[in-house]
């Protein structure tokens, strides 16, 4: 039975797709963004969080589970059979609100085998399937995961191929060749830009994702949070992003609006 780790299941989500939905969290990722926001979703097993801010040195963590929320272990190993049933408690509400499952990270498609079984038991119960992915898999991969889903996040982090490697860690090339499958299999699919000040923002950055963005539904970009780094104490990190936070001009989607790409700010 395929198995999976998951870190978070987070139900009636509004902006993970159509309806609402529940957007299933998987452990792992291949790139290392600079801004990530969910670093807890980095590693692919599970690990123990911890938050010294509520920490009471009052060792009762030492042999047990800490009462005061101080450990916690964050992710968890689950087959495809336990996971969908759990999600269809809600087919009620995902049918009579036009919603779904979604399934984010992390990186999905880097437990494609499982998001394929997953979906194809939920596909069975006439469940809406969505997947949020930013290409950095394989074809063999990025074909298996995405085979029944009906709609695809495609997250793009930069343009262009040099800066993509230093912020990233990773070669756009593979994520290009990706998004050209992705157009061609005809699949509804919205285009995701972490928008991240003075990195991927600048007019010439814009016009190159609007070039990218052909045959996508819309494109939503979303705002980098100076809240970006909250969460890199509680694995043991520190977040030092090497770009300036602070955003020098407002948000442009002139590019957008100029090739008729419908474009949101999230």
Not at 177 to 196: D, H, M, T, W
Not at 233 to 243: A, C, S, V, W
């Amino acid at each position: 039975m395929p198995t999976g780790t998951i870190f978070e299941i987070r139900e009636f989500s509004l902006f993970d797709g159509d309806g609402i939905r529940t957007t299933v969290f998987l452990k792992g990722c291949r790139l290392r963004c600079a801004w990530c926001h969910n670093p807890e979703g980095l590693d692919f097993r599970p690990q123990v969080l911890f938050n010294a801010s509520r920490c009471r040195h009052c060792e009762t963590c030492l042999g047990e589970k800490c009462p005061f929320g101080v450990r916690r272990l964050c992710g968890y190993e689950i087959d495809d059979e336990t996971l969908a049933k759990k999600l269809l408690r809600q087919a009620d509400v995902f049918r009579s609100m036009g919603g779904g499952v979604t399934f984010s990270g992390g990186e999905p498609l880097a437990q494609s085998g499982f998001v394929r079984a997953v979906s194809e038991r939920l596909k069975q119960e006439g469940i809406s399937i969505a997947v949020e992915t930013s290409g950095y898999v394989s074809r063999q991969e990025y074909q298996t995961g995405l085979e029944l889903a009906d709609l695809v996040f495609q997250d793009l982090k930069h343009p262009f191929a040099e800066e993509h490697q230093k912020f990233t860690g990773g070669n756009l090339a593979l994520i290009l060749r990706n998004l050209a499958y992705l157009r061609e299999s005809g699949k509804r699919f919205i285009l995701r830009i972490p928008l991240i000040p003075n990195v991927n923002d600048s007019p010439e950055c814009m016009r190159a994702f609007a070039e990218l963005a052909a045959g996508c539904e819309r494109v939503e970009v979303l705002p980098y949070h100076l809240t970006a780094g909250a969460k890199y104490p509680l694995i043991g990190k520190e977040y030092h992003p090497p770009f300036l936070e602070q955003r020098k001009h407002p948000i442009d989607l002139s590019a957008f609006e100029s090739r008729g790409i419908p474009c949101k700010v999230l």
